[in-house]
């Protein structure tokens, strides 16, 4: 019988990700991008051997509620819809039910997922390639702030290499989450330091006890409320850059990034132009090569001058 032509575009699209899947360092991954895959309104995420698609308008094609053929030794297959508050935990469709956090690698680093926490299983996989860039740009004794640090997924790839990290995040249980991704890569999460609440409040406060940092990770999500008030991209963004290099030492870095679509690279680059004026250069990085569709995500490191 021969194969459907949506698995015939899937193995297509696993071609163009050969060495990536290939890497035994990694197993997260994206493997379909949308329309660039031939997928309009799709993509599949891969976190190890349980698959999840996500849909924007359109609906989950039934033959693509499994997987194509026993080869890909997929245990599960989950469905989220991106259409509805961005709130709610995948469905069930196929294969076994995972119902219990487990652990995937990247590039060598072990993070816990959930199929059951939500919108976001643990780990934003598009800043895979940032991860590792952070991790290169540390040296041992360093100090390194990440706010809006989610699971501390750069936390964790900073303490990999030698750095004293603090993760800022509204939530407990995501700092909670974090710690056992420390304890997972084994680190000791004593040995670092873990915030709840709002970063602008936290950052100016650092700047008022003098204390600086090598690095800042300003990673927001283009919308948030905490007590100090509500936070959205394109309004608020020039003034955590601004709070973030009151903070940094004068040779250090900010990785600045955004995923806000309706935000264009031109108008974050004059924003954060705007908000640390001369004394700066400023890098762009892309999105990993899996990631082969709309670049969405800005990304820019910037580097401040010795003095």
Request: with cysteine.
């Amino acid at each position: 019988m021969p194969a459907l032509p949506e698995h015939r575009k899937l193995l297509r699209a696993f071609e163009k990700r050969r060495a990536l899947i290939a890497d035994t360092s990694t197993n997260a991954y994206r493997l379909v991008d949308g329309e660039a895959d031939g997928f309009p309104g799709l993509t599949l995420d891969a976190y190890d051997d349980v698959w999840l698609w996500s849909t924007a308008d359109v609906e989950l094609p039934r033959v693509l509620r499994r997987a194509p053929g026993p080869a890909l030794n997929i245990r599960a297959v989950y469905h989220k819809r991106l259409d509805q508050r961005q709130k709610d935990s995948p469905v069930h469709v196929w294969g076994e039910q995972v119902d219990a956090p487990f652990w995937i690698l990247e590039k060598g680093m072990r993070f816990e997922i959930s199929m059951q926490a939500g919108y976001s299983q643990g780990i934003f996989l598009d800043q895979r390639d940032n991860r590792q860039r952070v991790r290169e740009a540390v040296t041992a004794g360093q100090r390194l702030l990440n706010t809006f640090s989610y699971t501390c997924a750069f936390s964790i790839a900073a303490a990999l290499g030698g750095a004293i990290t603090t993760s800022l995040d509204l939530s407990n249980p995501y700092l909670a989450w974090g710690k056992r991704h420390f304890l997972g890569n084994g680190l000791d999460p004593n040995a670092h330091y873990f915030c709840k609440g709002d970063a602008l409040t936290w950052m100016q406060r650092f700047a008022k006890q003098g204390r600086q940092f090598a690095g800042v990770i300003l990673d927001p999500p283009t919308f948030s409320r905490s007590e100090a008030g509500v936070f959205r991209v394109q309004k608020d963004y020039g003034l955590l850059v601004e709070a973030a290099a009151a903070i940094c030492e004068p040779s250090g870095w900010i990785l600045a990034t955004c995923n806000d679509r309706q935000l264009s690279h031109e108008r974050f680059a004059t924003i954060i132009e705007g908000a640390v004026g001369k004394g700066m250069r400023m890098e762009p990085t892309s999105m990993p090569s899996d990631f082969v569709g709309e670049p969405y995500l800005k990304s820019l490191w910037i580097r401040f001058a010795d003095p």
